[in-house]
Protein backbone atom coordinates (compact mmCIF):
# COMPACT_ATOMS: atom_id res chain seq x y z
CA UNK A 1 0.00 0.00 0.00
CA UNK A 2 2.65 2.38 0.85
CA UNK A 3 4.49 1.84 -2.51
CA UNK A 4 1.43 2.04 -4.47
CA UNK A 5 0.55 5.84 -2.53
CA UNK A 6 3.80 6.91 -3.16
CA UNK A 7 4.18 5.99 -7.01
CA UNK A 8 0.73 7.23 -7.52
CA UNK A 9 1.57 10.30 -5.60
CA UNK A 10 4.52 11.29 -8.18
CA UNK A 11 3.09 13.14 -10.25
CA UNK A 12 3.09 16.75 -11.43
CA UNK A 13 2.94 19.34 -9.30
CA UNK A 14 -0.14 20.53 -10.54
CA UNK A 15 -2.02 17.99 -10.74
CA UNK A 16 -0.99 16.94 -6.84
CA UNK A 17 -2.90 20.07 -5.87
CA UNK A 18 -5.91 19.32 -7.44
CA UNK A 19 -6.00 15.59 -6.56
CA UNK A 20 -4.43 15.21 -3.12
CA UNK A 21 -4.06 19.18 -1.28
CA UNK A 22 -5.76 21.01 1.23
CA UNK A 23 -3.68 23.96 1.23
CA UNK A 24 -4.51 27.48 0.08
CA UNK A 25 -2.73 26.87 -3.27
CA UNK A 26 -5.64 24.80 -3.95
CA UNK A 27 -8.37 26.40 -3.01
CA UNK A 28 -6.89 29.30 -5.56
CA UNK A 29 -5.97 27.40 -8.91
CA UNK A 30 -4.12 29.12 -11.76
CA UNK A 31 -5.65 29.54 -14.95
CA UNK A 32 -3.27 26.87 -16.57
CA UNK A 33 -5.62 24.10 -14.19
CA UNK A 34 -8.17 24.35 -17.32
CA UNK A 35 -6.66 21.81 -19.38
CA UNK A 36 -7.98 18.82 -19.23
CA UNK A 37 -5.70 15.99 -17.36
CA UNK A 38 -6.03 12.53 -15.60
CA UNK A 39 -6.24 12.63 -12.04
CA UNK A 40 -3.90 9.81 -11.90
CA UNK A 41 -4.33 9.04 -8.16
CA UNK A 42 -6.12 5.94 -8.13
CA UNK A 43 -4.81 2.69 -9.88
CA UNK A 44 -7.33 2.58 -12.33
CA UNK A 45 -7.33 6.74 -13.46
CA UNK A 46 -5.60 5.24 -16.86
CA UNK A 47 -8.62 3.36 -18.12
CA UNK A 48 -11.18 5.92 -16.76
CA UNK A 49 -12.25 9.19 -18.67
CA UNK A 50 -10.26 12.25 -18.51
CA UNK A 51 -11.44 14.98 -15.85
CA UNK A 52 -10.76 18.53 -15.04
CA UNK A 53 -8.88 19.73 -11.87
CA UNK A 54 -11.31 20.60 -9.26
CA UNK A 55 -11.40 23.21 -6.41
CA UNK A 56 -14.16 24.57 -4.31
CA UNK A 57 -14.80 26.59 -1.34
CA UNK A 58 -15.86 23.16 0.26
CA UNK A 59 -12.18 21.95 0.69
CA UNK A 60 -12.34 24.58 3.93
CA UNK A 61 -13.86 21.88 5.65
CA UNK A 62 -10.73 19.69 5.85
CA UNK A 63 -8.49 19.74 8.77
CA UNK A 64 -5.02 19.30 8.76
CA UNK A 65 -3.36 16.34 9.11
CA UNK A 66 -1.49 16.85 12.27
CA UNK A 67 -4.98 17.89 14.26
CA UNK A 68 -5.88 16.08 16.46
CA UNK A 69 -9.00 15.24 15.64
CA UNK A 70 -8.33 14.73 11.43
CA UNK A 71 -9.99 12.03 10.48
CA UNK A 72 -8.06 8.98 8.96
CA UNK A 73 -9.72 10.04 5.60
CA UNK A 74 -7.63 13.44 5.91
CA UNK A 75 -4.82 12.18 7.65
CA UNK A 76 -4.30 9.68 4.88
CA UNK A 77 -4.14 12.61 1.57
CA UNK A 78 -7.97 12.48 0.76
CA UNK A 79 -7.28 8.93 -0.80
CA UNK A 80 -7.73 6.18 1.71
CA UNK A 81 -11.14 5.42 3.99
CA UNK A 82 -10.45 3.38 7.05
CA UNK A 83 -11.10 -0.19 7.59
CA UNK A 84 -13.70 -1.61 10.05
CA UNK A 85 -11.99 -1.77 13.26
CA UNK A 86 -10.22 1.86 12.55
CA UNK A 87 -13.66 3.48 11.81
CA UNK A 88 -14.76 2.61 14.96
CA UNK A 89 -11.69 3.12 17.14
CA UNK A 90 -11.70 6.77 15.64
CA UNK A 91 -15.43 6.77 16.36
CA UNK A 92 -15.58 5.58 20.03
CA UNK A 93 -12.91 8.02 20.60
CA UNK A 94 -15.10 10.71 19.44
CA UNK A 95 -18.13 9.41 21.31
CA UNK A 96 -16.23 9.27 24.86
CA UNK A 97 -15.06 12.77 24.24
CA UNK A 98 -18.28 14.37 23.68
CA UNK A 99 -21.80 15.29 25.50
CA UNK A 100 -23.47 15.18 22.24
CA UNK A 101 -22.68 11.33 21.16
CA UNK A 102 -23.83 7.74 22.19
CA UNK A 103 -23.16 4.71 20.12
CA UNK A 104 -25.65 2.10 19.83
CA UNK A 105 -25.26 -1.27 18.45
CA UNK A 106 -28.29 -2.05 15.36
CA UNK A 107 -27.19 -5.77 15.80
CA UNK A 108 -24.69 -8.07 14.56
CA UNK A 109 -23.77 -8.96 10.77
CA UNK A 110 -23.75 -12.53 9.45
CA UNK A 111 -20.00 -12.90 10.65
CA UNK A 112 -20.53 -11.31 13.86
CA UNK A 113 -19.32 -7.51 13.31
CA UNK A 114 -21.57 -4.96 15.25
CA UNK A 115 -23.58 -2.57 12.85
CA UNK A 116 -23.19 0.60 15.13
CA UNK A 117 -25.16 3.95 15.14
CA UNK A 118 -24.13 7.16 16.38
CA UNK A 119 -26.99 8.97 18.04
CA UNK A 120 -26.20 12.86 18.13
CA UNK A 121 -28.65 15.23 20.24
CA UNK A 122 -28.16 18.35 21.86
CA UNK A 123 -29.06 16.60 25.37
CA UNK A 124 -26.88 13.48 24.51
CA UNK A 125 -29.84 10.90 24.17
CA UNK A 126 -28.87 6.90 24.32
CA UNK A 127 -32.11 5.76 23.96
CA UNK A 128 -35.07 6.24 21.57
CA UNK A 129 -37.60 7.26 24.26
CA UNK A 130 -35.05 9.75 25.03
CA UNK A 131 -34.60 11.12 22.17
CA UNK A 132 -38.52 11.26 20.79
CA UNK A 133 -39.18 13.17 24.04
CA UNK A 134 -36.97 15.89 23.15
CA UNK A 135 -39.50 16.92 20.40
CA UNK A 136 -37.01 17.66 17.61
CA UNK A 137 -37.41 15.88 14.16
CA UNK A 138 -34.47 13.11 13.37
CA UNK A 139 -32.65 12.24 10.27
CA UNK A 140 -31.10 9.06 9.73
CA UNK A 141 -28.21 9.07 7.56
CA UNK A 142 -26.46 5.55 6.64
CA UNK A 143 -23.23 5.27 4.64
CA UNK A 144 -21.92 1.85 3.43
CA UNK A 145 -25.06 -0.13 1.87
CA UNK A 146 -22.88 -0.77 -0.73
CA UNK A 147 -19.40 -0.84 0.71
CA UNK A 148 -17.45 0.39 -1.85
CA UNK A 149 -19.42 3.21 -1.73
CA UNK A 150 -18.44 5.23 1.35
CA UNK A 151 -18.32 8.47 0.76
CA UNK A 152 -21.26 8.81 3.39
CA UNK A 153 -18.81 7.69 5.98
CA UNK A 154 -16.12 9.57 5.90
CA UNK A 155 -18.15 12.98 5.36
CA UNK A 156 -20.34 11.85 8.58
CA UNK A 157 -17.26 11.60 10.35
CA UNK A 158 -15.98 14.73 9.87
CA UNK A 159 -19.60 16.36 10.22
CA UNK A 160 -19.91 15.03 13.49
CA UNK A 161 -16.41 16.15 14.20
CA UNK A 162 -17.12 19.51 13.76
CA UNK A 163 -20.27 19.43 15.60
CA UNK A 164 -18.58 17.93 18.79
CA UNK A 165 -14.92 20.09 18.79
CA UNK A 166 -15.74 22.20 16.14
CA UNK A 167 -18.48 25.36 15.58
CA UNK A 168 -21.43 23.27 14.43
CA UNK A 169 -22.56 22.19 17.94
CA UNK A 170 -25.89 24.65 17.23
CA UNK A 171 -26.57 22.12 14.17
CA UNK A 172 -28.21 19.82 17.05
CA UNK A 173 -30.72 22.65 18.81
CA UNK A 174 -33.44 22.24 16.63
CA UNK A 175 -32.92 18.38 15.31
CA UNK A 176 -31.41 14.99 15.77
CA UNK A 177 -28.73 13.33 14.16
CA UNK A 178 -28.45 9.77 13.71
CA UNK A 179 -25.35 8.20 12.17
CA UNK A 180 -24.35 4.62 10.32
CA UNK A 181 -21.03 4.60 9.27
CA UNK A 182 -21.30 1.14 8.35
CA UNK A 183 -24.60 -0.64 6.95
CA UNK A 184 -22.64 -3.64 5.02
CA UNK A 185 -19.72 -4.17 7.62
CA UNK A 186 -19.01 -7.69 6.35
CA UNK A 187 -18.84 -6.66 2.83
CA UNK A 188 -16.95 -3.28 3.75
CA UNK A 189 -13.88 -5.62 5.26
CA UNK A 190 -13.74 -7.48 1.68
CA UNK A 191 -11.91 -4.24 0.54
CA UNK A 192 -9.61 -4.43 -2.21
CA UNK A 193 -7.89 -1.63 -4.74
CA UNK A 194 -9.62 -3.48 -7.78
CA UNK A 195 -13.02 -3.27 -6.21
CA UNK A 196 -15.46 -1.17 -8.39
CA UNK A 197 -13.27 -0.31 -11.36
CA UNK A 198 -15.14 2.50 -12.57
CA UNK A 199 -14.92 4.70 -9.69
CA UNK A 200 -12.04 6.95 -8.53
CA UNK A 201 -11.26 6.08 -4.86
CA UNK A 202 -10.62 5.49 -2.07
CA UNK A 203 -7.88 3.50 -3.21
CA UNK A 204 -8.98 0.62 -1.16
CA UNK A 205 -13.03 -0.12 -1.57
CA UNK A 206 -15.53 -2.86 0.16
CA UNK A 207 -17.30 -4.98 -1.67
CA UNK A 208 -20.83 -4.69 -3.34
CA UNK A 209 -22.67 -7.28 -2.04
CA UNK A 210 -22.96 -8.67 1.55
CA UNK A 211 -21.19 -11.79 2.76
CA UNK A 212 -24.31 -14.02 2.07
CA UNK A 213 -23.91 -12.51 -1.52
CA UNK A 214 -27.25 -10.58 -1.50
CA UNK A 215 -27.61 -6.16 -2.65
CA UNK A 216 -29.18 -4.60 0.06
CA UNK A 217 -30.47 -2.51 -1.76
CA UNK A 218 -32.50 -4.84 -3.72
CA UNK A 219 -33.56 -6.01 -0.09
CA UNK A 220 -35.88 -3.50 1.63
CA UNK A 221 -39.57 -5.21 0.74
CA UNK A 222 -38.32 -9.09 0.83
CA UNK A 223 -35.93 -8.34 4.06
CA UNK A 224 -34.71 -11.08 3.73
CA UNK A 225 -30.40 -10.08 4.71
CA UNK A 226 -29.83 -10.36 8.62
CA UNK A 227 -28.64 -6.41 7.86
CA UNK A 228 -31.25 -4.85 6.57
CA UNK A 229 -33.38 -6.39 9.16
CA UNK A 230 -31.74 -4.92 11.95
CA UNK A 231 -31.55 -1.92 9.56
CA UNK A 232 -35.66 -1.76 9.45
CA UNK A 233 -35.92 -2.94 13.17
CA UNK A 234 -34.16 0.59 13.55
CA UNK A 235 -36.48 2.65 11.41
CA UNK A 236 -39.65 1.11 13.53
CA UNK A 237 -37.97 1.65 16.55
CA UNK A 238 -35.71 4.88 16.29
CA UNK A 239 -38.88 6.82 14.17
CA UNK A 240 -36.43 9.46 11.56
CA UNK A 241 -38.77 11.92 9.95
CA UNK A 242 -35.84 11.95 7.51
CA UNK A 243 -33.84 9.05 5.77
CA UNK A 244 -30.55 9.79 3.68
CA UNK A 245 -29.07 6.81 1.67
CA UNK A 246 -26.02 7.32 0.37
CA UNK A 247 -24.05 5.81 -2.50
CA UNK A 248 -21.79 6.03 -5.82
CA UNK A 249 -22.96 6.27 -9.01
CA UNK A 250 -22.10 3.76 -11.91
CA UNK A 251 -22.69 4.56 -15.68
CA UNK A 252 -22.50 7.79 -17.78
CA UNK A 253 -20.21 10.92 -17.51
CA UNK A 254 -21.60 14.51 -16.74
CA UNK A 255 -20.54 17.25 -15.00
CA UNK A 256 -22.25 16.48 -11.74
CA UNK A 257 -20.27 15.36 -8.84
CA UNK A 258 -23.65 15.32 -6.25
CA UNK A 259 -26.97 14.02 -7.18
CA UNK A 260 -30.17 12.96 -5.06
CA UNK A 261 -33.24 12.07 -5.82
CA UNK A 262 -37.02 10.47 -3.77
CA UNK A 263 -39.79 9.54 -4.75
CA UNK A 264 -42.31 10.70 -7.50
CA UNK A 265 -44.89 12.76 -6.93
CA UNK A 266 -47.57 9.93 -8.60
CA UNK A 267 -46.13 7.86 -5.63
CA UNK A 268 -47.75 7.04 -2.17
CA UNK A 269 -46.44 9.93 -0.23
CA UNK A 270 -47.50 12.96 -2.52
CA UNK A 271 -47.36 15.44 0.71
CA UNK A 272 -43.48 14.39 1.51
CA UNK A 273 -42.66 14.60 -2.00
CA UNK A 274 -44.06 18.45 -2.26
CA UNK A 275 -41.82 19.26 1.13
CA UNK A 276 -38.59 17.61 -0.95
CA UNK A 277 -39.13 19.09 -3.85
CA UNK A 278 -40.60 23.12 -2.91
CA UNK A 279 -38.26 23.23 0.35
CA UNK A 280 -35.32 20.61 0.47
CA UNK A 281 -34.21 20.14 -2.75
CA UNK A 282 -33.53 24.24 -3.31
CA UNK A 283 -32.15 24.83 -0.35
CA UNK A 284 -29.78 21.74 -0.65
CA UNK A 285 -28.88 22.71 -4.50
CA UNK A 286 -28.14 26.65 -3.22
CA UNK A 287 -25.70 24.67 -0.40
CA UNK A 288 -23.79 22.78 -2.68
CA UNK A 289 -23.56 25.07 -5.52
CA UNK A 290 -21.86 27.81 -3.11
CA UNK A 291 -19.65 25.42 -2.15
CA UNK A 292 -18.40 24.55 -5.21
CA UNK A 293 -20.18 21.27 -6.63
CA UNK A 294 -23.05 20.90 -9.20
CA UNK A 295 -25.75 19.37 -7.41
CA UNK A 296 -28.26 17.83 -9.81
CA UNK A 297 -31.43 15.36 -10.08
CA UNK A 298 -30.45 11.50 -10.03
CA UNK A 299 -28.99 10.57 -13.66
CA UNK A 300 -29.79 7.39 -15.76
CA UNK A 301 -29.61 8.01 -19.38
CA UNK A 302 -31.70 6.25 -21.63
CA UNK A 303 -29.14 5.18 -23.85
CA UNK A 304 -25.73 5.87 -22.70
CA UNK A 305 -24.17 6.42 -26.40
CA UNK A 306 -27.19 8.58 -27.42
CA UNK A 307 -27.23 11.52 -24.56
CA UNK A 308 -30.06 13.21 -27.97
CA UNK A 309 -32.44 10.26 -26.57
CA UNK A 310 -32.68 11.74 -22.78
CA UNK A 311 -32.61 10.28 -19.89
CA UNK A 312 -35.12 8.45 -17.84
CA UNK A 313 -37.03 9.80 -14.32
CA UNK A 314 -37.04 7.01 -11.63
CA UNK A 315 -40.14 5.84 -9.92
CA UNK A 316 -38.68 2.96 -7.26
CA UNK A 317 -40.54 -0.28 -6.26
CA UNK A 318 -39.96 -0.87 -2.89
CA UNK A 319 -37.08 -3.24 -3.32
CA UNK A 320 -35.12 0.40 -2.93
CA UNK A 321 -34.52 2.43 0.10
CA UNK A 322 -36.02 5.55 -2.14
CA UNK A 323 -39.22 3.43 -2.97
CA UNK A 324 -39.40 1.54 0.58
CA UNK A 325 -39.56 5.26 1.91
CA UNK A 326 -42.43 6.15 -0.24
CA UNK A 327 -44.43 3.01 0.34
CA UNK A 328 -43.96 3.22 4.15
CA UNK A 329 -44.16 7.22 4.15
CA UNK A 330 -40.80 8.07 5.47
CA UNK A 331 -38.82 10.72 3.18
CA UNK A 332 -35.94 9.09 2.14
CA UNK A 333 -33.46 11.10 -0.45
CA UNK A 334 -30.97 8.50 -2.46
CA UNK A 335 -27.81 10.06 -2.67
CA UNK A 336 -25.98 8.99 -5.73
CA UNK A 337 -22.34 10.55 -6.34
CA UNK A 338 -20.95 10.83 -9.40
CA UNK A 339 -18.21 7.61 -9.54
CA UNK A 340 -15.64 9.67 -11.86
CA UNK A 341 -15.45 12.55 -9.81
CA UNK A 342 -12.16 12.59 -7.39
CA UNK A 343 -13.44 10.92 -3.85
CA UNK A 344 -12.00 13.82 -1.96
CA UNK A 345 -14.79 15.89 -4.18
CA UNK A 346 -17.11 13.11 -3.55
CA UNK A 347 -16.62 13.38 0.13
CA UNK A 348 -16.97 16.91 0.45
CA UNK A 349 -20.04 17.35 -1.72
CA UNK A 350 -21.72 15.15 0.93
CA UNK A 351 -20.17 16.53 4.17
CA UNK A 352 -21.94 20.15 2.75
CA UNK A 353 -25.09 18.25 2.07
CA UNK A 354 -25.26 16.43 5.04
CA UNK A 355 -24.97 19.77 7.36
CA UNK A 356 -27.50 21.66 4.85
CA UNK A 357 -30.02 18.73 5.78
CA UNK A 358 -29.91 19.18 9.27
CA UNK A 359 -30.24 23.16 8.91
CA UNK A 360 -32.78 22.56 6.08
CA UNK A 361 -35.11 19.91 8.39
CA UNK A 362 -34.59 22.10 11.77
CA UNK A 363 -35.90 25.01 9.85
CA UNK A 364 -39.09 23.11 8.37
CA UNK A 365 -39.44 20.29 10.76
CA UNK A 366 -43.14 21.59 11.61
CA UNK A 367 -43.82 21.37 7.66
CA UNK A 368 -42.12 18.35 7.29
CA UNK A 369 -43.87 16.14 10.10
CA UNK A 370 -47.20 17.38 8.35
CA UNK A 371 -46.91 16.22 4.94
CA UNK A 372 -45.33 12.78 7.03
CA UNK A 373 -48.72 12.67 9.05
CA UNK A 374 -50.73 13.72 5.62
CA UNK A 375 -49.13 11.08 3.69
CA UNK A 376 -49.54 8.16 6.46
CA UNK A 377 -53.50 8.56 6.66
CA UNK A 378 -54.45 9.87 3.26
CA UNK A 379 -55.65 5.89 2.81
CA UNK A 380 -56.43 5.93 -0.98
CA UNK A 381 -59.30 4.50 -2.28
CA UNK A 382 -57.19 3.11 -5.16
CA UNK A 383 -53.67 2.42 -5.04
CA UNK A 384 -51.04 1.50 -7.87
CA UNK A 385 -49.30 -2.00 -8.26
CA UNK A 386 -47.36 -1.29 -11.43
CA UNK A 387 -46.11 1.65 -13.95
CA UNK A 388 -45.64 1.50 -17.21
CA UNK A 389 -43.08 4.61 -19.00
CA UNK A 390 -44.18 7.37 -20.57
CA UNK A 391 -42.34 10.10 -21.66
CA UNK A 392 -42.94 13.05 -20.11
CA UNK A 393 -44.50 16.64 -21.95
CA UNK A 394 -41.68 18.87 -20.54
CA UNK A 395 -37.57 17.81 -20.85
CA UNK A 396 -34.67 19.28 -18.63
CA UNK A 397 -31.73 20.66 -19.32
CA UNK A 398 -28.50 18.41 -18.93
CA UNK A 399 -25.29 19.48 -17.77
CA UNK A 400 -23.46 16.37 -19.63
CA UNK A 401 -19.58 15.78 -21.16
CA UNK A 402 -18.72 15.66 -24.59
CA UNK A 403 -18.27 12.51 -26.20
CA UNK A 404 -17.24 10.67 -29.51
CA UNK A 405 -18.25 7.01 -30.80
CA UNK A 406 -15.30 5.06 -32.35
CA UNK A 407 -15.40 1.12 -33.24
CA UNK A 408 -12.92 -0.95 -30.43
CA UNK A 409 -10.44 -2.77 -32.32
CA UNK A 410 -10.94 -5.26 -29.43
CA UNK A 411 -14.79 -5.63 -29.57
CA UNK A 412 -15.45 -4.62 -32.58
CA UNK A 413 -18.10 -2.58 -31.24
CA UNK A 414 -18.74 1.00 -31.51
CA UNK A 415 -17.69 2.39 -27.75
CA UNK A 416 -18.30 5.71 -25.82
CA UNK A 417 -14.98 8.35 -25.65
CA UNK A 418 -16.17 10.78 -23.04
CA UNK A 419 -13.82 13.89 -23.83
CA UNK A 420 -13.90 15.57 -20.34
CA UNK A 421 -15.18 18.90 -21.89
CA UNK A 422 -18.62 19.78 -20.37
CA UNK A 423 -21.51 20.17 -22.84
CA UNK A 424 -24.98 21.29 -21.84
CA UNK A 425 -27.83 19.63 -23.81
CA UNK A 426 -30.53 21.76 -24.05
CA UNK A 427 -34.50 20.07 -22.81
CA UNK A 428 -33.74 16.80 -23.73
CA UNK A 429 -36.46 14.45 -23.05
CA UNK A 430 -37.29 12.48 -19.91
CA UNK A 431 -39.28 9.13 -19.61
CA UNK A 432 -40.53 8.06 -16.63
CA UNK A 433 -42.35 5.18 -15.18
CA UNK A 434 -45.19 7.08 -13.59
CA UNK A 435 -48.13 6.15 -15.63
CA UNK A 436 -50.59 3.93 -13.57
CA UNK A 437 -50.74 0.45 -14.86
CA UNK A 438 -52.11 -2.00 -12.51
CA UNK A 439 -54.63 -0.58 -9.74
CA UNK A 440 -56.63 -2.23 -7.15
CA UNK A 441 -59.40 -0.86 -4.73
CA UNK A 442 -58.18 -0.62 -1.28
CA UNK A 443 -59.40 -3.72 0.72
CA UNK A 444 -60.15 -3.24 4.23
CA UNK A 445 -58.22 -5.99 5.51
CA UNK A 446 -56.24 -8.95 4.47
CA UNK A 447 -56.74 -12.23 6.06
CA UNK A 448 -53.72 -14.65 5.88
CA UNK A 449 -53.44 -18.49 7.07
CA UNK A 450 -51.75 -18.97 10.35
CA UNK A 451 -49.70 -21.75 8.66
CA UNK A 452 -47.84 -18.96 6.23
CA UNK A 453 -45.33 -18.11 9.54
CA UNK A 454 -42.54 -16.70 7.00
CA UNK A 455 -45.53 -14.23 5.80
CA UNK A 456 -46.12 -12.99 9.02
CA UNK A 457 -43.06 -12.66 10.50
CA UNK A 458 -41.91 -10.20 7.57
CA UNK A 459 -44.85 -8.51 8.12
CA UNK A 460 -44.21 -7.82 11.81
CA UNK A 461 -40.44 -7.21 11.23
CA UNK A 462 -41.93 -3.89 8.39
CA UNK A 463 -43.93 -2.89 11.50
CA UNK A 464 -47.22 -3.63 9.82
CA UNK A 465 -49.88 -3.85 12.56
CA UNK A 466 -51.71 -7.31 12.71
CA UNK A 467 -54.37 -8.82 14.79
CA UNK A 468 -55.23 -12.82 15.64
CA UNK A 469 -58.41 -13.98 15.10
CA UNK A 470 -59.34 -15.66 18.25
CA UNK A 471 -62.38 -18.02 17.33
CA UNK A 472 -63.62 -19.51 13.77
CA UNK A 473 -64.78 -16.90 11.96
CA UNK A 474 -66.64 -16.74 8.85
CA UNK A 475 -66.31 -13.91 6.14
CA UNK A 476 -67.19 -12.71 2.65
CA UNK A 477 -63.77 -12.17 0.82
CA UNK A 478 -62.26 -11.88 -2.63
CA UNK A 479 -59.44 -14.92 -3.95
CA UNK A 480 -57.06 -14.49 -6.25
CA UNK A 481 -56.82 -17.47 -8.55
CA UNK A 482 -53.09 -17.88 -10.85
CA UNK A 483 -52.84 -19.32 -14.58
CA UNK A 484 -49.79 -19.50 -16.46
CA UNK A 485 -47.16 -18.40 -13.37
CA UNK A 486 -43.82 -17.48 -14.87
CA UNK A 487 -41.01 -18.59 -12.82
CA UNK A 488 -37.39 -16.47 -12.88
CA UNK A 489 -34.73 -18.41 -15.13
CA UNK A 490 -32.55 -17.85 -12.96
CA UNK A 491 -31.83 -16.89 -9.33
CA UNK A 492 -32.52 -13.28 -8.33
CA UNK A 493 -31.29 -12.53 -5.02
CA UNK A 494 -31.73 -15.84 -3.66
CA UNK A 495 -35.13 -16.25 -5.08
CA UNK A 496 -37.19 -17.31 -7.63
CA UNK A 497 -39.48 -14.97 -8.65
CA UNK A 498 -42.91 -15.38 -9.80
CA UNK A 499 -45.38 -13.82 -12.33
CA UNK A 500 -48.68 -14.93 -12.83
CA UNK A 501 -51.67 -13.80 -14.55
CA UNK A 502 -54.62 -13.41 -12.24
CA UNK A 503 -58.55 -13.65 -11.90
CA UNK A 504 -60.74 -12.46 -8.34
CA UNK A 505 -63.65 -14.86 -7.43
CA UNK A 506 -66.06 -13.76 -4.66
CA UNK A 507 -65.90 -16.41 -1.61
CA UNK A 508 -67.79 -16.85 2.22
CA UNK A 509 -65.30 -19.12 4.00
CA UNK A 510 -64.68 -19.78 7.72
CA UNK A 511 -61.47 -18.48 8.99
CA UNK A 512 -59.71 -20.82 11.66
CA UNK A 513 -58.60 -19.57 14.96
CA UNK A 514 -55.25 -17.68 14.75
CA UNK A 515 -56.05 -16.23 11.05
CA UNK A 516 -53.78 -12.88 10.88
CA UNK A 517 -56.17 -10.35 9.74
CA UNK A 518 -53.97 -7.15 8.38
CA UNK A 519 -56.01 -3.57 8.43
CA UNK A 520 -55.06 -1.37 5.52
CA UNK A 521 -56.33 1.59 7.47
CA UNK A 522 -53.16 2.44 9.29
CA UNK A 523 -50.01 4.31 9.04
CA UNK A 524 -48.01 1.26 7.29
CA UNK A 525 -51.57 0.30 5.46
CA UNK A 526 -49.90 1.01 1.83
CA UNK A 527 -46.81 -1.00 2.59
CA UNK A 528 -49.22 -3.98 3.58
CA UNK A 529 -50.59 -3.32 -0.11
CA UNK A 530 -47.83 -3.42 -1.99
CA UNK A 531 -46.19 -6.60 0.18
CA UNK A 532 -49.73 -8.67 -0.19
CA UNK A 533 -51.17 -7.90 -3.33
CA UNK A 534 -49.85 -10.21 -5.86
CA UNK A 535 -49.33 -8.30 -8.90
CA UNK A 536 -47.24 -5.28 -7.05
CA UNK A 537 -43.89 -5.56 -8.10
CA UNK A 538 -42.02 -6.21 -5.01
CA UNK A 539 -44.81 -8.43 -3.74
CA UNK A 540 -43.90 -11.49 -1.10
CA UNK A 541 -45.94 -13.14 -3.91
CA UNK A 542 -43.47 -11.79 -6.84
CA UNK A 543 -40.29 -12.79 -4.38
CA UNK A 544 -41.27 -16.68 -4.36
CA UNK A 545 -42.71 -16.49 -0.43
CA UNK A 546 -46.37 -18.33 -1.76
CA UNK A 547 -44.23 -20.76 -4.44
CA UNK A 548 -45.09 -23.55 -2.51
CA UNK A 549 -49.04 -23.23 -4.25
CA UNK A 550 -47.68 -24.24 -7.41
CA UNK A 551 -46.60 -27.36 -6.19
CA UNK A 552 -49.32 -30.35 -7.02
CA UNK A 553 -49.24 -33.36 -4.69
CA UNK A 554 -52.04 -35.07 -5.52
CA UNK A 555 -52.58 -37.27 -9.01
CA UNK A 556 -55.55 -39.20 -10.25
CA UNK A 557 -54.56 -42.30 -12.42
CA UNK A 558 -56.39 -42.23 -16.18
CA UNK A 559 -57.72 -45.44 -14.84
CA UNK A 560 -60.13 -44.03 -12.36
CA UNK A 561 -60.51 -40.84 -14.72
CA UNK A 562 -62.22 -42.95 -17.22
CA UNK A 563 -65.06 -44.31 -15.54
CA UNK A 564 -65.30 -40.78 -13.37
CA UNK A 565 -66.04 -38.66 -16.37
CA UNK A 566 -68.32 -41.12 -17.75
CA UNK A 567 -70.35 -41.10 -14.23
CA UNK A 568 -70.22 -37.29 -14.06
CA UNK A 569 -71.30 -37.13 -17.76
CA UNK A 570 -74.10 -39.37 -16.98
CA UNK A 571 -75.51 -37.55 -13.68
CA UNK A 572 -75.12 -33.56 -15.29
CA UNK A 573 -76.54 -32.90 -18.93
CA UNK A 574 -75.08 -29.37 -18.28
CA UNK A 575 -71.46 -30.85 -18.10
CA UNK A 576 -72.24 -32.92 -21.10
CA UNK A 577 -72.98 -29.84 -22.95
CA UNK A 578 -70.00 -28.19 -21.73
CA UNK A 579 -67.91 -30.89 -22.71
CA UNK A 580 -68.78 -31.16 -25.87
CA UNK A 581 -68.69 -27.16 -26.62
CA UNK A 582 -64.70 -27.88 -25.45
CA UNK A 583 -64.48 -30.43 -28.36
CA UNK A 584 -65.18 -27.71 -30.60
CA UNK A 585 -61.56 -26.70 -29.58
CA UNK A 586 -59.29 -29.33 -31.87
CA UNK A 587 -56.41 -28.62 -29.57
CA UNK A 588 -58.09 -29.67 -27.01
CA UNK A 589 -60.00 -32.51 -28.73
CA UNK A 590 -56.75 -34.51 -30.22
CA UNK A 591 -55.60 -33.99 -26.56
CA UNK A 592 -56.47 -36.90 -24.54
CA UNK A 593 -54.35 -35.91 -21.20
CA UNK A 594 -55.95 -32.74 -21.32
CA UNK A 595 -59.45 -34.11 -22.01
CA UNK A 596 -58.81 -36.36 -18.54
CA UNK A 597 -57.42 -33.55 -16.71
CA UNK A 598 -60.83 -31.47 -17.74
CA UNK A 599 -63.06 -34.04 -15.57
CA UNK A 600 -60.26 -34.15 -12.92
CA UNK A 601 -60.33 -30.51 -12.42
CA UNK A 602 -64.31 -30.47 -12.33
CA UNK A 603 -64.21 -33.47 -10.09
CA UNK A 604 -64.32 -33.36 -5.86
CA UNK A 605 -61.41 -35.04 -5.92
CA UNK A 606 -59.28 -31.94 -7.35
CA UNK A 607 -56.94 -30.29 -4.66
CA UNK A 608 -58.98 -26.99 -4.19
CA UNK A 609 -56.22 -24.64 -3.28
CA UNK A 610 -54.04 -25.68 -6.01
CA UNK A 611 -53.36 -22.79 -8.30
CA UNK A 612 -54.97 -20.52 -5.03
CA UNK A 613 -53.80 -17.10 -3.66
CA UNK A 614 -54.21 -18.41 0.49
CA UNK A 615 -53.94 -14.53 1.10
CA UNK A 616 -57.69 -13.08 1.30
CA UNK A 617 -59.10 -9.74 0.90
CA UNK A 618 -61.58 -8.73 2.72
CA UNK A 619 -64.60 -5.77 2.12
CA UNK A 620 -65.97 -5.65 5.33
Not at 37 to 59: M, Q, R, V, Y
Not at 198 to 210: K, S
Not at 292 to 302: K, Q, S, W, Y
Request: charged residues 20%; proline residues 6%.
Amino acid sequence: MRRFLLASLWVSPLLFCATASATTEQQAQPSSLTSITPANTFINDSILPPIKPWSGASETLLMATDQPWATPFEQQGYLSTPNYDDTMAWLDKLVDSSDLLHKVSLGKSPQGRDIWMIVASSEGAETATALSNNDKATVLVQAGIHSGEVDGKDAGMMLLRDISHGNKRALLENVNFLFIPILSVDAHERSSEYNRVNQRGPINMGWRTTANNLNLNRDYAKADALEMQHLIRTINIWQPDLYIDVHVTDGIDYQYDVTFGYNVKQGYSPSSFTWLETIYRPAIEAALTEQGHIPGPLVFAIDNADMAKGVSLWNPSPRFSNGYGDARHLPTILIENHSLKPYKQRVLGTYVMLEQTLKTVAQNSTKLKSAIYEDKYRNPSKVTLSWQSEMLPQGRDFKGIDYRIETSPISGANVVRWTGEPKLYANIPVKANTKPDVIVSRPVAYYIPPQWTKVIKRLSLHGIRMTKLTKPTSIAAQQYRFSDPTFSSADYEGHQTVTANTSRHKITTLLPTGTIRVATDQPLGDLAILLLEPQAEDSLFYWGFFNTIFTRTEYIEDYAVEPLAAKMLAENPALQSEFEQALTDPIFANDSKARLRWFYQRSPYYDNQYLVYPVLRAAK
